[in-house]
């Protein structure tokens, strides 16, 4: 799978939104890009997953480059509870079984 | 929809003892995965079962760890004997399976401390 770089963290304030990027530049054609976050002592929440095409579900939208080489989530209006570890995964669709493989993630902390 | 249930949510043993996680996946969900997670890192997938079948099993340190899923539903996963680098959060995940886009959803694990 392809590996993602992302920044170790970010600070949002409460009521705005929270922008999140992702560079995932190998990603091959049949790789989708998955979104998860983690509040302390949880386990991953799924959030939005997307091919090429832009995503919005009811809580959050995927953007992703023409290219696909980069994405970016977006928290339309964060608030308290969305404090938490987003990670971004490139994952293969087509090999039987893939894993999600997590890196370090990107510690967002939004503030009052 | 009912979520992944896990238990026990916390575990505390000494080194060498044997200890087991149970994992009830969402109703339906074929796939069942299990994970460990270091404190400060991301989880890391041990194994991986379709039904009652093992996918992907390359990250189990199999001289000590060992999992089932005897009825496709229900799993277990052991660790025996125990060391003090198995302290972890033991996570369980599940997933529709057939297409791989399929998100797969956690269950909040067991936070296990070795001493």
């Known amino acids: 799978d392809a590996k993602t770089t992302q920044p170790p963290s970010m600070d949002c304030a409460e009521g705005r939104a929270a922008n999140l990027p992702c560079n995932h530049s190998t990603i091959s054609g049949n790789e989708y890009v998955y979104w998860y976050r983690q509040i302390h002592s949880q386990g991953p929440q799924y959030i939005i997953h997307g091919l090429k095409n832009n995503e919005t579900n009811e809580m959050a939208s995927l953007i992703i480059t023409e290219d696909r080489k980069s994405s970016t989530l977006i928290l339309p209006h964060a608030t308290l509870r969305d404090t938490a570890v987003y990670y971004c995964i490139v994952r293969d669709s087509e090999t039987s079984g893939s894993r999600l493989t997590f890196g370090e993630g990107t510690q967002l902390t939004v503030n009052p | 929809e009912a979520g992944v249930a896990q238990s026990p949510r916390y575990k505390i043993i000494e080194k060498r003892q044997s200890v087991a996680f149970w994992c009830n996946p969402i109703?339906?969900?074929?796939?069942l995965y299990w994970y460990q997670q270091i404190l400060g890192q991301g989880p890391k997938l041990l194994i991986q079962f379709q039904n009652n079948g093992v996918v992907d099993d390359s990250q189990l340190p199999k001289d000590r760890f060992s999992a089932e899923r005897l009825k496709g539903v229900d799993s277990t996963l052991k660790i025996q004997p125990a060391k003090l680098e198995d302290s972890a959060v033991y996570l369980c995940a599940s997933s529709r399976g057939g297409r791989n886009n399929q998100p797969q959803h956690f269950g909040d694990g067991t936070r296990l401390s070795i001493l």
């Open positions: 109703s339906g969900h074929a796939t």
